[in-house]
């Protein structure tokens, strides 16, 4: 044979086998795709500078360094712990409004999904003085502006720490854990409202407003914690479920010069949340914004603190629900920024001081997905649309008079931006669904790259040598409707074979699962799939977001029911196509996700052949307040919005294979929901798999978790699919 022939042959057969790789779980599940992203970083006043924790591996010292933007280069050193006493490390930091004072955590202690508790120190900058706040572990510590007190909670109290003299003075006496907090939140607005800190300091330092829970009457709700000890714990806490009890919330202001708390009369409000608090440019005037139980009526109030009057500057309505979120910005005259949905789609609002439109800065069918900011020197708002379609991502600019709109991005697929604390520059963080996140620096005026930051073109490279077919994104008409959906076919596709169809979908209101962006752990396993042998599909039906309000909030009071409508089309119509084997399909998802593929199972028992449901509701009656009762209202308003989508009032329909997952110690939704569905099961004499992973909440990790699931999951499906 010639041996030219010979060396090309080899070479060919080489790069054949090196682009043939096969995923394996422990390789997903060991980092071995891990994305490489930017540390987390803080920027300076001037918005030329930039600090991040580092961690010296050699000597095991960690410092807060700052580096400069336009070069990357470091410019200096403001803290070490190698040459400060009194601290080892720290896992944490915020400055003052100054800069000259840093807020230091350690020894953390997570206790719901955003909250926590831990020991912090202040450093001062010029000094190199350290000081520590609290010899107990504490939450939320928050400077003063002129940085010189601290702010924070213990055991449901709010103290005042005075740096220079060491003093502490205690606000509030009356905090008691499952009875009275101060301070900081419950559990569900945590977790539905998304923050923890329910005080706030005024402009000048004179005042503190904070949010009184009582919940007293919350009815509670318990954990076993198995641990490893004879006997398991059990962890109570207060958890209103939909139609119980919330606790009942007041507003306070605390002046500190007299020592004295005035509770403040917001109006006539009947069984009402205070969603957010925080005061304006004006140090007599706090915001807030009060929402009623169903929650589709907003009111945002200006208090005005020497009076304690309350004046509804702004209200916003809607026949299904509104969203509370953090976009509020005051401007230095007291007009504010505001983003609202009153003309069907997702847009960014100026408002004078007095509440009267001054103008509406962005508009079209399409919606604004994130604000960033606003640029006082030069008066434009920067944030992010899907202008550009809805499963892309766009940074733009426009001026506060709603002229000049300029989109800074330029590539296709998702763009997020970090912005300088002056607007000079941004942070562009890219990626599609066949670039791996890609970081530069850029011109806040234009979009122009000053500088290439990181890439994963490592990772991008590795993956060249494993068998894998991009997601082909496209649209799928079913129920009167266009639904985005992307799906992975194997490498070796042959269009006139037939191929085993493998679902996922969220489906949550608002959500998105259908998005031009780069893969997390779950594509991967995707991928694995299709390498052998199967198709995977994603479609995002009717409820989930960044189509318009019309379209995220038809399914209103009925949960689950056009979701569920939506996905059985889906795969109704994938089955017709040649290639889907359409009696081989399955379906997938988490939570929202799960109570989704467990419906679809049931309900469509004619289409789907298997399901694997993690961690699902399986009756929204289980679910609290907030979340549920935004999209449903109350169990005794819609009992049958409640009853008619939940599968274990239906068990007699499951007819396909069926996977049931939840972890025993999960606090959002609660184990009860599957043993439920368990029991429903067992009684309707259905047989089906599950598995409980002990003390593991809704994420379900830590240690080989992910992986036994995983691999648990992947058998399933290969043995009922």
């Known amino acids: 044979m010639n041996r030219l022939f010979i060396a090309v042959f080899i070479c060919i057969s080489t790069v054949v086998f090196a682009q043939n790789k096969q995923f394996t779980l422990e390789e997903i599940w060991g980092g071995t795709f891990r994305t490489e992203y930017l540390q987390s970083l803080h920027s300076m006043n001037n918005g030329k500078q930039y600090s991040v924790l580092d961690y010296n591996r050699s000597t095991g010292a960690m410092s807060i360094d700052i580096y400069d933007y336009a070069t990357a280069k470091k410019s200096s050193t403001l803290i070490s712990t190698a040459t400060i006493k009194g601290l080892d490390r720290f896992d944490g930091y915020q400055f003052s409004k100054d800069e000259k004072n840093i807020l230091l955590s350690s020894q953390l202690q997570s206790i719901f999904r955003r909250s926590s508790r831990g020991i912090y120190h202040v450093y001062n900058v010029e000094t190199k003085k350290l000081t520590q706040v609290s010899t107990q572990k504490i939450q939320e510590p928050t400077f003063s502006p002129d940085a010189s ?84 714990d059990q962890d109570v806490f207060k958890y209103p479920k939909a139609g119980e009890k919330n606790a009942l919330v007041s507003l306070h202001i605390r002046d500190l010069a007299k020592e004295s708390t005035k509770e403040i009369k917001l109006g006539d409000y009947k069984d009402f949340y205070i969603p957010r608090i ?12 009060v929402i009623n139980r169903h929650q589709n009526n907003l009111d945002l109030l200006f208090i005005d603190a020497p009076s304690s009057k309350a004046t509804v500057i702004l209200n916003e309505t809607d026949e299904a629900y509104v969203d509370v979120t953090d976009n509020l910005t005051f401007l230095a005259d007291n007009s504010f920024i505001w983003t609202s949905e009153k003309d069907g789609y997702n847009h960014i609002y100026h408002y004078g001081k007095d509440g009267k439109l001054i103008k509406q800065l962005t508009n079209g069918d399409w919606e604004v997905t994130a604000y960033y900011g606003y640029d006082a020197k030069n008066k434009k708002i920067f944030y992010q649309s899907v202008e550009n379609g809805s499963i892309n991502r766009d940074v733009y600019s426009v001026k506060l008079n709603g002229k000049g709109k300029k989109r800074l991005s330029s590539k296709e697929g998702t763009n997020e931006a970090e912005f300088s604390a002056d607007f000079t520059y941004y942070i562009n963080y890219f990626s599609n669904a066949t670039t791996p996140y ?107 977001g960044f189509k318009g309000a019309k379209f995220k909030k038809a399914t209103y009071l009925n949960l689950v029911k056009l979701e569920t409508e939506d996905q059985i089309a889906a795969a109704r119509k994938l089955g017709d196509l040649s290639y889907i084997d359409k009696n081989r399909i399955g379906i997938w998802g988490w939570s929202f996700g799960g109570h989704m593929s467990t419906n679809c199972l049931l309900k469509g028992s004619d289409v789907f052949k298997m399901a694997i449901a993690v961690a699902p509701v399986t009756s929204w009656r289980f679910y609290d307040t907030i979340y549920t ?53 067992i009684q309707a004499n259905k047989q089906f798999d599950w598995a409980i992973y002990p003390d593991k909440n809704h994420g379900i990790y830590g240690g080989n978790t992910r992986l036994h699931l995983y691999t648990k999951m992947t058998n399933f499906v290969k043995s009922n699919l």
């Not at 009356?174 to 607005?189: A, C, H, L």
């Not at 925080?278 to 914004?289: A, C, H, K």
């Not at 919005?641 to 294979?657: A, T």
């Open 149 to 232: 007190k601290v702010a924070y909670v213990y055991e449901n109290n709010i103290y005042v720490f005075d740096i220079a003299s060491g003093d502490t003075k205690q606000i509030t006496t009356d905090g008691k854990k499952n009875e009275i907090i101060n301070g900081v939140t419950d559990w569900v607005y945590e977790e539905e409202f998304a923050f923890v800190r329910a005080f706030d300091w005024n402009t000048t330092g004179t005042h503190i407003a904070y949010i009184r829970f009582d919940e007293r009457n919350v009815p509670e709700f318990s954990m076993d914690v198995y641990g490893k000890e004879l006997y398991p």
């Open 278 to 289: 925080e005061w304006t440019m004006n140090p007599d005037i706090l915001s807030v914004q």
């Open 438 to 544: 890609e970081f530069t620096l850029n011109k806040a005026k234009d979009g122009s790259v000053v500088r290439e930051i990181k890439d994963n073109k490592e990772l991008q490279e590795k993956l060249g040598t494993y068998a894998m077919s991009p997601k082909e994104f496209s649209a799928i008409e079913v129920n009167g409707e266009s639904l985005n959906m992307w799906m992975i076919k194997p490498k070796n596709f042959d269009p006139s074979k037939k191929y085993p169809l493998l679902m996922y979908q969220y489906s949550g209101p608002g959500s998105q699962s259908v998005a031009n962006t780069w893969n997390r752990s779950n594509d991967y396993w995707y991928h694995m799939l299709a390498q052998q042998g199967y198709i995977v599909a994603c479609v995002d039906g009717r409820g989930t």
């Open 629 to 681: 009762e935004r999209y449903m209202r109350t169990p005794q308003e819609n009992p049958s919005g409640y009853d008619d989508n939940s599968p274990f009032n239906y068990p007699e329909l499951l007819k396909g294979k069926y996977l049931l997952v939840h972890g025993s110690g999960d606090d959002n939704v609660h184990v009860q929901h599957t043993m439920r569905m368990v029991e429903a099961l």
